[in-house]
């Protein structure tokens, strides 16, 4: 089946500093992923859709310049929290599902958590 | 705009007992329905999906079926176990899955012994 996996599962930095974090399609490729936040007790938000070889699409409210997407191939793309601060600690997680598919259900990495100290 | 709401948790329940949790939403067009856990610490994993009106998903002893008329996608299970304990999300997919899906909030399960 379907295997997404997201690197790393857990991160601390410090405020100001900027953190990557990369979501991977391990058996499919995947031209389109999507970037999702979800905060302690809430749903899920989607942030972003990353298209691979042009630029993301961001959701209303996110900032684009603080929260970088690179869909640089069929397998891979990267979350960049650039400057950030405790207020974007989160768990953020990534999706994507082998083309055709879209509609049948997405697979989700396993997430990762971010804590900006 | 498209949307989820689902109840709120915690549910309590003991074993073997009845599980319902609602699922209601608002879309334009006919989206594809969706029930995913989440383990604690853990991603999302899909349990059961629904593409049309009057499909019934199903997967683990869960079903839930797609009403058009009601705007529902309730989740329901004959008798849960402990190890069902996790946080429950419906969701939609939007534009046919090219846009990625829509959230509930989640409803947290907690099945006692």
């Known amino acids: 089946g379907a295997v997404v996996s997201q690197h790393p599962s857990r991160v601390i930095c410090k405020s100001g500093t900027s953190v990557k974090i990369e979501c991977r399609s391990l058996?499919?490729?995947?031209?389109?992923m999507f970037w999702y936040r979800q905060f302690p007790k809430q749903s899920l938000m989607l942030m972003a859709t990353?298209?691979?070889?042009?630029?993301?699409?961001?959701e209303q409210g996110v900032e684009k310049d603080k929260f970088l997407i690179n869909h640089a191939s069929l397998t891979l793309s990267t979350l960049t929290v650039t400057s950030a601060h405790p207020e974007d600690s989160s768990f953020y997680i990534c999706?994507?599902?082998?083309?055709?598919?879209?509609?049948?259900?997405?697979?989700f990495g396993s997430g990762t958590r971010l804590t900006v100290v | 705009g498209n949307s989820v709401t689902q109840m709120e948790g915690p549910v309590t329940l003991s074993e073997e007992a009845f599980l319902t949790i609602n699922c209601t939403y608002t879309?334009?067009?006919?989206?594809?329905l969706f029930w995913y856990v989440q383990y604690p610490g853990e991603g999302l994993q899909l349990l059961l999906k629904?593409?049309?009106?009057?499909d019934k998903g199903s997967n683990k002893g869960f079903e839930a079926t797609y009403r058009k008329e009601t705007t529902s996608f309730h989740l329901e299970k004959g008798s849960v176990q402990v190890s069902d304990s996790a946080v429950y999300f419906c969701?939609?997919?939007?534009?046919?899955?090219?846009?990625?899906?829509?959230f509930g909030k989640g409803t947290h399960l907690i099945i006692q012994p």
């Open positions: 879309a334009t067009g006919y989206p594809s």
């Open positions: 990353s298209n691979e070889g042009s630029k993301a699409t961001y």
């Open positions: 969701a939609l997919s939007r534009r046919g899955g090219a846009d990625g899906l829509t």
């Open positions: 058996d499919f490729q995947a031209t389109t």
């Open positions: 999706s994507a599902s082998p083309p055709g598919t879209e509609n049948y259900g997405y697979t």
């Open positions: 629904a593409t049309k009106a009057d």
